[in-house]
Nanobody, 126 residues
Framework: QVQLVESGGGLVQPGGSLRLSCAAS????????MGWFRQYPGKEREFVAT????????AYADSVKGRFTISRDNAKSTMFLQMNSLKQEDTALYYC???????????????????WGQGTQVTVSS
């Protein structure tokens, strides 16, 4: 059974940084593309970042490009999202996700992911 557990969310001031983690279990972590999404209240979950199986390819939403960095440690079955220069509009519930199959390099749409964590809240406020 696949389990994804996010951690690292919290309250931070504008301009600050947070590092989210996603610990995965249940399947061979390095076989699957991973991604981060976020959701605002009353809105659809939106793509933030994705990383290929070995971490050689990444992609980001335009809104976070240059500020967020996605990475993974396959030996520890963990994915990370380093978030710098945080803005109030980054306030959201952040989810990690794992691709359903072992194909592809990166994935930017929700429908390409089969497994989701429970989410971790990020609040950017002064």
């Amino acid at each position: 059974q696949v389990q994804l557990v996010e951690s690292g969310g919290g309250l931070v001031q504008p301009g600050g940084s947070l590092r989210l983690s996603c610990a995965a279990s249940g399947r061979t972590f390095s076989d699957y593309v991973m991604g981060w999404f976020r959701q605002y209240p009353g809105k659809e979950r939106e793509f933030v970042a994705t990383i290929s199986r070995l971490g050689k390819s990444t992609a980001y939403a335009d809104s976070v490009k240059g500020r967020f960095t996605i990475s993974r440690d396959n030996a520890k079955s963990t994915m990370f999202l380093q978030m710098n220069s945080l803005k109030q509009e980054d306030t959201a519930l952040y989810y990690c996700a794992q691709r359903s199959g072992t194909w592809g390099t990166i994935a930017t749409s929700r429908g390409q992911y089969a497994y989701w964590g429970q989410g971790t809240q990020v609040t950017v406020s002064s």
